[in-house]
């Protein structure tokens, strides 16, 4: 097999076969080592659609007839295949991880214009492989867009970015009358804490989240590749099948809005980095937010979403970057950039917002000054009420102070990037 035929596999870790049970016509791959394990389904066949489909649930509209595989192509994410059926052309794409259970939840609110499958196959509740009528190509914008970052077209740039992010502010927008739970703040610092220990990073990072990063059906990984546009239309997103690292590190829980516009704030990272550009990086940042905000539901967006003392989009842009160093461990592939030295400057953001905490400290204590004063004016231990009441638009220009010293999501963790 192929270097091309492994790249949905983690190269770097042993590979072994499972006796659990399995669906006719598959195998369970099991992938250990680095301190990273997971386990992988794989056809035996994907020649045979019939073998393969035999022990399979289906749901959905699904080709049927005679069907013969035409084309095979192993992605960074799984197996495609072209299927001719009766002169039809259909394209069935592998979840050799499979997915967090809400897949066609997921697809069921994508805007219309979105990229969907429109049937699948399942076995004992996991997503095995999903299919759609085939479509020549997809205008997607990520070379678009690393061509006016590369050519310093700050316009062009602008515009792609911020039709990108309302794009995905149109799904949350969708989300927003489906199943939402409260936040979940315990179990997501408990899930960094994980990333960093099997990473042996030396980086901590714990938030408590605002009570409006609620927990809804999230898109998961999203990026500028997973973006169409379809000329006079408004953008459409590709609904992709999960990255490597879901299938590494399995989530054990579920995300806010503001974790699927962290992942495509991280892959205008990613581009741009990759481009030598005269743009500033804050503006590009600038116009993902604004994008975002143009349609997402505004208490998922608002300005205290993005503080960073309690999380912000830094929290899960942080997240993103570990992800990208799981999958390089997995493939031994090198340093991921520009996630590596993402984190290695996350120390130096924690301890500006640490030095921040004297101001905080100061508006607690004029505040308590202020309270008590009042308490012991209301009951008759004291005469003096003026310096209390001095003391509270005191208190509220501090606080107030201190909250414009949070660092702006329209900046960058990377500090070279500022400059």
Same mark, same amino acid.
């Given at each position: 097999?192929?270097?091309?035929?492994?790249?949905?596999?983690?190269?770097?870790?042993?590979?072994?076969?499972?006796?659990?049970?399995?669906?006719?016509?598959?195998?369970?791959?099991?992938?250990?080592?680095?301190?990273?394990?997971?386990?992988?389904?794989?056809?035996?066949?994907?020649?045979?659609?019939?073998?393969?489909?035999?022990?399979?649930?289906?749901?959905?509209?699904?080709?049927?007839?005679?069907?013969?595989?035409?084309?095979?192509?192993?992605?960074?994410?799984?197996?495609?295949?072209?299927?001719?059926?009766?002169?039809?052309?259909?394209?069935?794409?592998?979840?050799?991880?499979?997915?967090?259970?809400?897949?066609?939840?997921?697809?069921?609110?994508?805007?219309?214009?979105?990229?969907?499958?429109?049937?699948?196959?399942?076995?004992?509740?996991?997503?095995?492989?999903?299919?759609?009528?085939?479509?020549?190509?997809?205008?997607?914008?990520?070379?678009?867009?690393?061509?006016?970052?590369?050519?310093?077209?700050?316009?062009?740039?602008?515009?792609?970015?911020?039709?990108?992010?309302?794009?995905?502010?149109?799904?949350?927008?969708?989300?927003?009358?489906?199943?939402?739970?409260?936040?979940?703040?315990?179990?997501?610092?408990?899930?960094?804490?994980?990333?960093?220990?099997?990473?042996?990073?030396?980086?901590?990072?714990?938030?408590?989240?605002?009570?409006?990063?609620?927990?809804?059906?999230?898109?998961?990984?999203?990026?500028?590749?997973?973006?169409?546009?379809?000329?006079? *239309? !408004?953008? %459409?997103?590709?609904?992709?099948? @999960?990255?490597? &690292?879901?299938? #590494? =590190?399995?989530?054990?829980?579920?995300?806010?809005?503001?974790?699927?516009?962290?992942?495509?704030?991280?892959?205008?990272?990613?581009?741009?980095?990759?481009?030598?550009?005269?743009?500033?990086?804050?503006?590009?940042?600038?116009?993902?937010?604004?994008?975002?905000?143009?349609?997402?539901?505004?208490?998922?967006?608002?300005?205290?979403?993005?503080?960073?003392?309690?999380?912000?989009?830094?929290?899960?842009?942080?997240?993103?970057?570990?992800?990208?160093?799981? *999958? !390089?461990? %997995?493939?031994?592939?090198?340093? @991921?950039?520009? &996630?590596?030295? #993402? =984190?290695?400057?996350?120390?130096?953001?924690?301890?500006?917002?640490?030095?921040?905490?004297?101001?905080?400290?100061?508006?607690?204590?004029?505040?308590?000054?202020?309270?008590?004063?009042?308490?012991?004016?209301?009951?008759?231990?004291?005469?003096?009420?003026?310096?209390?009441?001095?003391?509270?638009?005191?208190?509220?220009?501090?606080?107030?102070?201190?909250?414009?010293?949070?660092?702006?999501?329209?900046?960058?963790?990377?500090?070279?990037?500022?400059?």
């Amino acid at each position: 097999m192929s270097e091309t035929e492994n790249s949905w596999k983690p190269a770097a870790m042993s590979q072994f076969e499972s006796d659990d049970e399995v669906p006719d016509g598959f195998k369970w791959l099991v992938f250990a080592g680095i301190g990273l394990k997971s386990k992988m389904l794989e056809p035996l066949d994907v020649n045979n659609w019939q073998k393969t489909i035999s022990d399979l649930q289906p749901w959905g509209e699904i080709p049927t007839g005679d069907i013969t595989v035409e084309d095979i192509v192993h992605t960074d994410r799984g197996i495609n295949l072209k299927l001719n059926c009766d002169g039809a052309y259909w394209l069935a794409e592998f979840f050799p991880w499979g997915t967090d259970g809400r897949f066609r939840a997921r697809i069921s609110l994508a805007p219309p214009g979105s990229i969907i499958p429109i049937g699948g196959y399942t076995w004992n509740g996991i997503d095995i492989l999903s299919v759609r009528k085939w479509t020549e190509g997809k205008k997607d914008l990520n070379s678009r867009l690393q061509d006016a970052i590369q050519s310093s077209d700050l316009k062009k740039s602008k515009e792609i970015i911020f039709q990108s992010a309302a794009a995905i502010g149109r799904y949350h927008k969708a989300a927003e009358n489906a199943r939402i739970t409260p936040r979940d703040a315990k179990r997501w610092n408990k899930r960094l804490e994980y990333l960093e220990a099997s990473l042996r990073a030396n980086t901590i990072w714990r938030a408590p989240h605002t009570k409006d990063t609620v927990c809804i059906i999230t898109i998961g990984d999203i990026r500028f590749s997973d973006i169409i546009d379809k000329e006079s *239309e !408004s953008y %459409s997103i590709h609904f992709s099948r @999960p990255r490597l &690292a879901d299938g #590494i =590190i399995k989530p054990n829980c579920e995300f806010p809005a503001i974790r699927d516009f962290s992942s495509l704030l991280h892959d205008l990272n990613r581009i741009y980095f990759s481009c030598e550009s005269e743009l500033k990086m804050s503006e590009l940042r600038r116009s993902l937010i604004e994008g975002w905000q143009s349609t997402a539901p505004p208490a998922w967006s608002s300005k205290n979403i993005f503080y960073t003392p309690r999380g912000g989009s830094f929290f899960w842009e942080y997240e993103q970057c570990l992800l990208d160093v799981i *999958e !390089s461990v %997995s493939h031994q592939s090198g340093k @991921p950039e520009p &996630a590596v030295s #993402i =984190i290695q400057d996350v120390p130096y953001l924690q301890k500006s917002m640490f030095s921040h905490r004297t101001v905080a400290a100061l508006s607690f204590m004029t505040g308590f000054f202020s309270v008590n004063g009042i308490y012991q004016y209301a009951v008759g231990n004291s005469n003096g009420i003026l310096l209390p009441l001095i003391l509270i638009p005191i208190t509220l220009g501090i606080f107030m102070s201190y909250r414009k010293l949070a660092p702006s999501p329209e900046l960058s963790i990377l500090r070279v990037w500022n400059q």
